[in-house]
């Protein structure tokens, strides 16, 4: 789940730029309130059951936050789960393989939120089959909200507000303790869980995974497929609460006086391509541990497993204090990743009858708000 909304920033050299950012009425108003309301209003402001659950459930962590999920509430107690098909990402996700793993983040909290509500969410994925290469039109899942008193609360759930993918850098003068990866990693209910804070595998890791990254924001399709969701400024960013946002006084200032550009970010050879990289390869270096999430097989299914794993993880991590974020890059199929595909897979000793599902840096990084989202009514098929 790429991406960074720090690019771009060091090329802030002009004067009008500082001064732009420097008003401090207009620089106040500049953070996309409204995008981000989801956050504070889960739970608070739904009167129907599967709302409120609702609510919680978009709140999941997605590849380029997509947020591809659309619930049909049209009958009495159930919601059947539709991926939304122009949310996907054809180039750096060619076989919806990621999509899929962020459906199962959302279905991970939705079962969360309903247990806090005395409910079991009973889930019968892919009722129609599972569709192949590619989602389709056909549901994702079934859920049949049951009644149980004796429910089970899930003690993650409390940190669903807070909880991140942290992109910026992170504290290099604090190891993460072994014992504090074990604690995030106990969590997993179903995929298989390694992890690693040795300093010179960390270090070879780091190498690979910019590799990777590199090659992603050079190969011209994916670097488009990016470019083509950034979302520049608050009022983008409210307009389309979905994608890769940059925000801020001095983003809207260099966007203003032309300095931030859609065609520059896409021309290799310009200068705010360019000055961008040391600003993206600024988090790599920061990871402090690594740790890696995999499936016995690669059905859409084993993609729910590994979503509904991964959201836990990064509760727990953010339960323990621990920053985390996704690094997709070598995981991703398409052909210009494949060297790294198989690098990735040979350095994590993934056996050939394994998928490498998420791959993901934990560190100590600075606090940071939550990701734009849709309102939970603009995700309801039909009700």
């Not at 802030?12 to 008003?23: F, P």
């Not at 604690?183 to 910019?210: C, G, H």
């Not at 290799?268 to 990871?287: G, H, N, R, W, Y």
């Amino acid at each position: 789940m790429a991406a960074t909304r720090r690019v771009f920033l060091s090329i802030v050299g002009g004067g009008i730029v500082l001064a732009a950012a420097s008003g401090g009425l207009w620089a106040s108003t500049r953070d996309p309130v409204s995008a981000r309301r989801p956050w504070q209003d889960a739970g608070s402001s739904e009167s129907d059951l599967r709302r409120r659950i609702l609510s919680f459930a978009i709140l999941a962590p997605n590849p380029h936050n997509r947020q591809p999920w659309l619930a049909d509430l049209s009958k009495e107690n159930e919601i059947v789960l539709y991926c939304q098909s122009d949310r996907r990402l054809p180039y750096t996700d060619p076989y919806d393989r990621q999509i899929t793993i962020g459906l199962g983040c959302f279905l991970e909290l939705l079962a969360q939120a309903a247990a806090e509500e005395g409910y079991q969410a009973d889930v019968t994925l892919f009722p129609e089959g599972e569709p192949q290469p590619r989602l389709d039109a056909r549901p994702v899942a079934h859920i049949r909200l049951v009644q149980d008193a004796m429910m089970t609360r899930d003690p993650l759930f409390a940190y669903v507000p807070s909880r991140r993918s942290n992109k910026e850098a992170y504290d290099l003068t604090r190891p993460i303790a072994s014992d504090k990866l074990a604690e995030i990693a106990a969590v997993v209910r179903q995929s298989v869980i390694a992890r690693t804070n040795d300093p010179a595998r960390v270090e070879a890791l780091r190498a690979l995974a910019w590799q990777a990254y590199f090659t992603e924001i050079t190969t011209p399709q994916t670097l488009k497929e990016s470019i083509d969701l950034i979302r520049i400024g608050r009022t983008e960013i409210e307009a389309n609460p979905d994608g890769i946002d940059l925000s801020g006084p001095l983003i809207e200032g260099l966007s203003m006086t032309g300095l931030l550009s859609r065609a520059d970010m896409l021309d290799q050879t310009s200068a705010a391509f360019q000055q961008q990289i040391p600003i993206l390869k600024e988090p790599v270096d920061t990871a402090m541990a690594f740790l890696w999430l995999k499936t016995a097989g690669n059905s859409r299914a084993d993609q729910i497993v590994a979503g509904r794993d991964y959201v836990r993880l990064n509760l727990a991590a953010t339960a323990a204090g621990v920053s985390m974020h996704p690094f997709s890059q070598a995981l991703q199929e398409f052909a210009e990743m494949r060297p790294y595909f198989l690098a990735m897979r040979q350095a994590l000793a993934v056996e050939d009858n394994e998928t490498l599902q998420m791959f993901v840096r934990l560190g100590y990084g600075p606090s940071i708000e939550g990701a734009p989202r849709w309102p939970v009514d603009t995700r309801i098929r039909s009700a």
